[in-house]
């Protein structure tokens, strides 16, 4: 009998969720006896016009990581959910725009301007050459994806089955998940999230917190935590109360604040909501300006509540005329 089909792909990733399929170890091993891998850029030399030739519909599962900021991420975005039976957004960039939805914070001209005009070089560039999606040589024309101004998830490009959390998705997940696909097993109802809980991080967490009353946060390199009280409680802002748990609080438990990586829990749309709103309730003050002045002293609000989501939130992106 055929074996099914698997497709990985990388759209705007730092590669990190293609070494997390790898950190599975031997049972990589058990992924190419039980699947025929048939599209996975990163590891092997695969074309696009290979996958093109497919016959929609004949890759049974494509797992795809990054999010989709160029021409080039939205087109194999299309051109894998036409050829696959179920198209799994595959780590917080797929999920949610992850790191690279920060860009949401500025424009693409203002990134342009700073890289290719504003930064030092070592190359005179007259004033900055950007990117051009065209460029005529004697050799012929060269063409390179287009940038886009806006990050954006996957599912905001094409329909989407399932999600796997994480930045990266911790192996066990991926592992758990590919075991389910393999056991032939019903599958949750599309849209479902998979290998993650339906529960926050707090809910994993070993240390102890008791909501503690705060006037004064820190950030983690300020104070010594103690390792087994909850860092909110100590004044170090963790994102556990606003994420979805499934990864077993690793980072709590090496002595580092949750970052969020895991998005949002269920029914909690937009993190950093959820994020101020489990703060408004242990701010040491009723008046409004000491209150102002506590939270002031988060720096970089918009990098700690939305570190992975601001693509997929409902701020979405900064306008900016
Ligand atoms: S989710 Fe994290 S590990 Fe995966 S591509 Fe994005 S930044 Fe890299
Ligand atoms: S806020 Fe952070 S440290 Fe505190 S219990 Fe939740 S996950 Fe653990
Ligand atoms: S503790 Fe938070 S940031 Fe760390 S892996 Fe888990 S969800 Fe991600």
Known sequence: MAKPKLALYWAASCGGCEIAVLDIHEKILDVD???????????MDFKYDSVRAMEDGSIDLCLFNGSIRNSENAELARLMRRKSKTLVAFGSCALEGGIPGLANLTTRNDIWGYVYKDSPSTVSTDGGVYPQAHSTMPEGTIEIPEMWDTVKSLDQVVDVDYYIPGCPPQPEQIWAVIELILSGKPLPGAGAVLGAGDKTCCEECPRERKERKLKQFYRPFEIEPDPNTCLLDQGIVCMGPATRNGCGALCTRANVPCRGCYGPPPNAPDQGAKMLSALGSIIDSHDPQEIESILDQ?????GTFYRFSLAHSILRRVQKS
């Open 33 to 43: 006896r039980a699947f025929d891998i048939v599209f996975w850029p990163a590891a």
């Open 298 to 302: 988060i720096v970089d609000p918009m």
